[in-house]
């Protein structure tokens, strides 16, 4: 781990100014990080693959509350723990996927450690991205991509570009994403809203590039909009097994049924993607259909017709499916 500087600020307003490099006296804002929890952020620099000349911390800062906001929905802040979350009344009624998806994730420990901030920019489990050893476009643009002729099993096969076939992690952003979630952050610039489809990047050309964050912007809260009256959640994970592991395929479903049709669904995509991935080609084949076997099918079929496998990873084509399929008989089936 390289040697750097530790900074505690007061408010949001003292850590966005920290973070800006002609204030911090630092040469570019690459060289500041925020530091919440720790779970990603700490285990990097131990691997230099982060080296941050300073780091920010903000666990301190008052964005530790989950409160319900006028005309339904919540706000969740930043810093709430991922086992906060999880267990928080209001998530557990109205957002089961959300809590569903962070106790599938990581270990108890961590779960009391990691943040809604820092989940939400937790950073790929690519190996080649984090051993130093090896080239990776992600972590040292132009060098190459590793993983396209190594070991690629647990990687992505939608949104991936000849540069990059990295998978985000994060259970909870594939909720999130399920339940349209919008990003709250701060900068020099003012404050701005990002919708969760617009917050995570492909790779393309720039794979180093993995959120539409402004340099400095620092994430303050996420807001999910009130729940549509009389649907169900599920969220499904398929693993190697059984804790403590990232996903192969999992599928966070929202979906309602009425008089016999489906007349509200959304699917998101885990560890198949490069990040947390909206299928609206299967939304659009279910939505006015009878919640039957054979929708599902078809649903499965148009959520995965844009993958792109490699040597080692082909398999997980046919195991999204199937756990599309099975999410979304059990959330009809609770119906």
């Not at 403590?244 to 007349?263: C, H, M, N, P, Q």
């Not at 099975?326 to 959330?331: C, D, E, G, R, S």
């Amino acid at each position: 781990m390289e040697p750097f500087q530790l900074k505690r600020v007061a408010n949001v307003s003292q850590a966005i100014d920290s973070a800006n490099p002609a204030a911090s006296g630092q040469a570019n804002s690459t060289s500041i990080r925020f530091l919440a929890g720790g779970t990603t952020l700490l285990d990097l620099m131990k691997l230099d693959v982060e080296r941050p000349a300073q780091v920010i911390d903000i666990h301190r800062l008052p964005l530790d509350q989950i409160e319900a906001i006028d005309g339904g929905g919540v706000t969740i802040g930043a810093t709430v723990r991922n086992s906060d979350l999880a267990n928080h009344p209001l998530i557990k009624s109205h957002y089961a996927v959300l809590s569903q998806a962070l106790l599938s994730g990581a270990s108890a420990q961590l779960r009391n450690m990691a943040t809604t901030g820092g989940n939400l920019l937790q950073r790929t489990r690519c190996v080649y991205f984090r051993d130093t050893a090896t080239p990776c476009n992600k972590r040292e643009p132009g060098t190459g991509c590793s993983a396209i002729d190594g070991f690629n099993r647990n990687l992505a096969i939608l949104g991936t570009s000849e540069h990059c076939i990295a998978t985000n992690p994060s259970d909870m952003n594939v909720a999130m994403t399920a339940l349209e979630a919008t990003i709250h952050v701060e900068g020099v610039q003012g404050k701005r809203e990002i919708g969760i489809d617009d917050f995570f990047l492909l790779p393309g050309n720039t794979p180093e590039r993995e959120t539409s964050l402004k340099p400095g912007e620092l994430i303050t809260h996420v807001t999910l909009p009130a729940p549509v009256p009389g649907n169900r959640m599920v969220y499904l994970k398929l693993r190697d097994r059984a804790s403590y592991e990232f996903a192969l395929a999992s599928a966070a479903v929202v979906i309602k049924v009425s008089a016999g049709k489906i007349d509200h669904i959304r699917i998101a995509l885990g560890g198949v993607g490069v990040k947390p991935w909206r299928s609206k080609e299967a939304e659009a084949r279910l939505l006015g259909q009878a919640p039957d076997a054979a929708a599902f099918r078809a649903a499965s079929e148009a959520a995965l017709q844009s993958a792109h496998v490699q040597s080692q990873n082909g398999f997980k084509i046919e195991l999204a499916k199937r756990c599309i399929q099975h999410a979304l008989t059990l959330a009809t089936q609770t119906a």
